[in-house]
């Protein structure tokens, strides 16, 4: 399960001469949102009239130089990680996207995914406009730029968030503005706080810390905090009645130091053990998690069921990008590479196993079989989130609902085919409780089949 | 003196299945064309009904590999390599274009720039549209885009054609045709060819030798060629009175090895140094020219005079980037890498250096000095074209008029500035002479300062 | 605390020829390796009547290409991964090292450091021999190849061992022989086992698990094992009266996952923490890992003492190479970058924060006041190590005598440098207990000031 | 046709505290020595006690980067660009050769092969020496170290002088003093100079031209010459009654603006073609070069024959390392991508083709087809050198004797095998005039078959 991006935007007083330039807060604050995107990235800066960046394929500290750093002047600029759920691994792919209009110039980060992208991209189209990437990024571009012909760039922002379905977290620049946009649903996290020197907007706060700074807040769902020298101006453009964070964030995808819509995501994961453990209890000798992901979930079980919690996964921490040789031998050998068992805290043991998700199944079988290959006497599957029965249209890449094991079988089938003695999914409710938010104010489409938005072929649960 | 581009189109046989892809002659045809640009390239093919393409800074050798480039795979395909003469060396500027629209998709690869490419940029950007790279060819591309969606392919460039004003030879691929523009005035050089399984539009002809074909015939001034199955099928869409070929094609540019507009480039070169030598006969020992662009004028200039053609000057055939150290020391020092005098040739002679132009005069004045050192008695500078003194709109990178040492100072300030003993430019009436074609049918714009269409500021020659 | 490499020999089955080159083997063992040496590496194979290797500067994913490594066929081959305790990070350093002499060639994969390696390196340099590595691995190919003129490899190897004091742990190739050699005390790991179609000497046991291989056994102090078409040969070649197993193998370096000398590195270090809670009990809320290499431990104190098992580190998974920016600010971005706390698991709370070992006492002060500023009320530093008081001879890199905060300060004043509220090492017998082996077959030198083989300026233990 | 390597030394003086290092100087000299090794290159200098050296395959530009260069402080230092001609193209093997000895360190940089290299070899390696290269220069290094145990440095050098056999040019560093050193029969060119602030050491003074140095002098056949703070001293060690100056140096290898052995390689190149003109002439319109190496004599012909000098073969400048694609006809793109024919100058024109050599005749074939198909009437091979009818074993690589078409075939079958209309070889008495040094003073065994020193096998003409 991999999602799309995180975005970063900096603003430094222009009185602080000494400030550290734009370019250096926003590469430290990628570097803290590496794990939201590992496929490219991109660093754009307002120098003087004209926007200057640096793009490339690859991960933070392989796109950047410390040469062409230093030489990204300015004292206002956003940047952005990248994974592509779309399969356009292409550079002019690559974020932010620097546009160029009659008035002057802006540059968008995007953390999303647009429901009616492909619409309003034809509708675009129509009036003879052109596309030359294959992102939803460029669609707001055009709808901004439209709408700046007519409008100051707020009201702009606000015509443009009217015309947008689906999750949007944004940080932009026009000419010497800098904003932060969050959808009205508040699907992506985004938050805005300070530092020395200066403001920053970015997809999760632990970019915020890593800057030395302080969370300020988060941006609301549907609205617009202009970042300016006097600190953040906020502007509620579009209110629904309720949101829609997206589940995902807590249970799988962001770092467990964020602090996202008030809920430190390590707090929900740890809860999310305690509910499991309430909701499946097991006789068993230890538990264990699926390393990194499934380690706080595992350790706040052990605490709520009292058995005692045990490494019986360790991952190798040195591996990068591995070829992939053939064979079918071959295949297991990176497995192996990539996990191995401590036997001794595995064998003759009664072992729950703890692991975020199911997606597909095949990664929870191959990890089965390991740990009983180690000696355990029974393999109990626990999972961190409810079964995944319907796909993401909001940009967590999850499979189609045709790979997506749960959406296809029964949970006994699902347990036999993982070749678990038992299998315990969270419940939604546990769910809830675990994350602390309202069950309104949730995305939980993947879970329920219900999307509160509408989307063409599936059911609306507004 | 650098300038923009080169292009490439390929369009092989459907039947013909065991013909190469099109990205594998776009490969050769670029490596052929590599002096035309050294900065960039890109090629994009036609992919089932996708556009699929590779880009990178730098070299061909160094930006395609093998396996990529075979899985490139697709009968139809354009390619470019690009010099930057306005600055922005951005991977984003990289061409070809690829564009998606209402209707399909587009590629552009573009050689030229436009006289009013701001003023459409102007126009396009008031009407909403927005602008991601800073190239003319994203102009091209949008009112290509406008124009297809009323009218076919050919009507639509015919279209955009008579809305450009500047030069532009293009390789267009819309959908599943292949077009090569040139624009009316025919600046810069486009010609078709046949080859093994296909046809090929190309910026010299030197890139269909490669592919071991043959030239067909050039595209004509203000001719759209598509390029199809059954062979070219010509199309004059706007036609001046007269052309206006560049002449620094042949005094420097391209290949001597490339017929262009009918003329055999080395044999202009070589004629070149004949009227040199009748228009500026000097007593001499030796004529030796400053390699590699002097060379075949200094051979002309040694038949015609009967004083005989030595080396005196040998380039290091190994020089690659180097990086330059500090201090006015050390940039002599990688002048010297570059460029070696043999003494025993130069030695108590009385010497003609033929060099192909004068620009800021700076390199001039640097290889006579070292001629001076190696013993010469007499240098007398001869150069294979008129004094240059004005800029190029049109796309050749000569420095601004304030840089053109001709542009400021007499023929005898100039002599002195380069330390020569004698300075002889070739007259205008010789370079056409050279080049075999009507002086009407030549841009002499930055020789003459009268452009052959209309610059704000700059007289008009037509 | 970093410490020099790791080594791999295969041989694989002449009669199998569907086995996988000795190559391939290699590379993925040395990937389970990379913890223990991310400077260079390199593969020597046995190529029929010659070696050909692959090296180069980097880890292993970045030095291997799939081409280059398919193209090293040969049914025998050694491996190395390097981090230079020595500083000099030439590639002429990289190991294995690949020697010709008169009866043949060898190549040698070498962790561990000669005591006596100048002192040798001094008499060989008597005889008019050359030194073109700075490596003691060169030193022991002298010897041997002095040896083989007279022996056969396995009375050379024996002889060789006789002189050489200090740590050795080789995998050496003579010829069409494979040998695995370990000096007479024991201090580094070094296993055997089998794997499908062939067989295997390796640092660690899992390197041979993620060859789905099985662990055979450890190869004894001053043991020579010679790998053959049969299986294992093992030859007690030097007998001392105890071992001196390196305890930092256990504490630190080797991974969890790893089976040295009978003991799991998992076990000990669970037990570590136990013993720890047993040794230095304080009233706290939570007790809390610097990960990763404080995880285990910290499970097993919390195991003991009751004290609830919390994480409030957080550590960076995609922190690679990062350049280092001037100021001091900006050194304590990078590393905020590398981790970052958990608050809410802080806030308010008596925090025991257990970390493997203190050397300068610098990153323990860092963390500390993370935690601090986190807002934790108390924050006590446990260590699963006993202070290090004294430099390691044997290869770990622990930084010099005056560097050891430990060697020049009492407790208390480390205490007050790291700023923690209290400090408890672990006993010298705790660690003992928790590893599981007598004290007298350990090596304890850089932690009682008396080493198991003399050492001038230093007291012996034995 | 391939040789090995070109080596240099600098010394700067101690006094002059503005002098560049001479990592500085040696890196310029190496770019202009590139031609004679594109494989490998290093740079070793003497920082403090130590030495300290860069090494990598590839080009000079390629392999040093600025920042570590100026890191490679030091006023004395040698250098080294490499082809290997005996297929190691290990980075192990990479020049200049660092040794530790007993009393300090030495650095090597050979050019030149050893007869008696294996030999000499064999016996170090009976007295249980090792060999960690496979290069000449290891058994040079430990003979030196083997003198320097009982000599000073130049007794030391006079002495291995006199047990090797065969080319070497050597520039060595022992300690603090630097020298260089030529073999007795003086086959690889070697030269001294003066630079600002310093002095040296060069396979061709075009490395002394590059510094804006002065060529002193050519180091004699069986000298020393030590470089010190007060210049040359040099010391004839060995006295052979005459010379073996290898001509290849002068008919392809070195280049043109080289002074070698008092001769200017381009007098000598500008000489051949005006003998080969005396010696087969032909009724022909014009003469025509195989660029770059046969252009000198292609001039010195058609001066002496009075037939017109023309460009009928264009070479693309361009060329760097291509891919090659399967398939025959990949291949014949290759070649065209190198070199394209100007068909005007050759169109139903009698051809002179002017090469340097002939060694297999297939690249003569291909081109002399290349220029049939542009519609030459008539194509006249002559060759810039005899027939090459032995191979050389003193360094340049020149295929064995079954891959020499001369070696194989009388006159005529070449003439027919390369598709020539005619052939005319240039006589060994032609070339002897051509050079300018007697007959006795130069190696002519690839043309002779009679070698000047003793080779198992071979006549000797001494």
């Known amino acids: ?23 250096l807060q926003i590469y430290y604050a990628l570097y803290a949102l590496q794990h939201r995107g590992q496929e490219s990235t991109g660093i754009t800066v307002k120098n003087g009239d004209k926007l200057k960046s640096i793009k490339g394929m690859g991960l933070v500290p392989e796109v950047y130089s410390k040469d062409e750093l230093l030489k990204l002047e300015g004292r206002l600029g956003v940047g952005h990680v990248r994974y592509s759920t ?8 690559c974020q932010p996207l620097m546009v160029n209009y009659k008035n002057g110039n802006l540059a968008i980060a995007h953390n999303g995914n647009l429901v009616n992208g492909q619409e309003l991209r034809d509708e675009l189209e129509s009036e003879g406009r052109i596309f030359i990437t294959s992102s939803d990024t460029e669609v707001i571009a055009h709808l901004l730029v439209k709408a700046l012909l007519i409008h100051d760039p ?7 968030m009217s015309m947008l379905k689906g999750s949007y977290s944004l940080a932009i620049m026009i000419d010497d503005r800098l904003f932060a946009v969050r959808d009205p649903l508040g699907f992506k996290p985004l938050c805005v706080g300070e530092i020395d020197g200066g403001y920053v907007v970015a997809s999760e706060s632990v970019a915020i810390d890593t800057l030395n700074g302080k969370l300020t807040r988060d941006v609301k769902a549907g609205e617009v905090v202009e970042i300016t020298e006097n600190g953040f101006e906020g502007h509620q453009m579009l ?28 707090k929900v994961r740890e809860q999310i053990g305690r509910e499991l453990a309430k909701e499946h209890p097991v006789d068993a000798d230890i538990v264990s998690p699926v390393p990194d992901s499934g380690i706080t979930s595992a350790i706040g079980y052990s605490d709520e069921s009292g058995i005692n919690y045990r490494e019986g996964l360790m991952k190798n921490r040195y591996i990068g ?3 992939i040789l053939p064979g ?34 095949t990664t929870s079988r191959r990890i089965i079989e390991m740990v009983r290959n180690a000696g355990a006497k029974e393999v109990h599957a626990r999972i961190g989130s409810p079964a995944i029965i319907a796909p993401c249209y909001m940009g967590i890449d999850m499979a189609s609902r ?7 079988k029964p949970l006994v089938d699902v347990k036999n085919a993982i070749t ?32 509160p938005i509408k989307i063409v072929g599936e059911k609306c649960s507004r």
Do not use: W
């Open 1 to 23: 399960m991999k999602e799309e991006c995180g975005v970063v935007g900096v603003l430094m007083h222009k009185a602080d001469t000494k400030a550290k330039p734009a370019s």
């Open 86 to 93: 779309t399969g356009d691994s292409n550079i002019v792919n």
């Open 154 to 160: 707020l009201e702009s922002i606000k015509e443009v």
């Open 239 to 266: 209110t629904e009645k309720n949101c829609a964070h997206c589940v995902f964030e807590y249970i799988y995808f962001a770092r467990p130091d964020s602090i996202i819509d008030g809920q430190l995501v390590y």
């Open 321 to 323: 990008r591995t070829f």
């Open 328 to 361: 079918q031998e071959m295949r297991e050998t990176a497995v192996r590479l990539k996990m191995n068992t401590i036997s001794e805290n595995l064998r003759d043991r009664k072992v729950i196993i703890l692991d975020d998700s199911i997606v597909r199944g």
């Open 402 to 408: 045709e790979e997506l094991i749960a959406a296809k």
């Open 420 to 451: 678990a003695d038992s299998l315990g999914y969270l419940s939604i409710e546990g769910l809830i409780k675990s994350i602390g938010i309202h069950r309104d104010e949730l995305c939980l489409g993947c879970l329920t089949e219900r999307y």
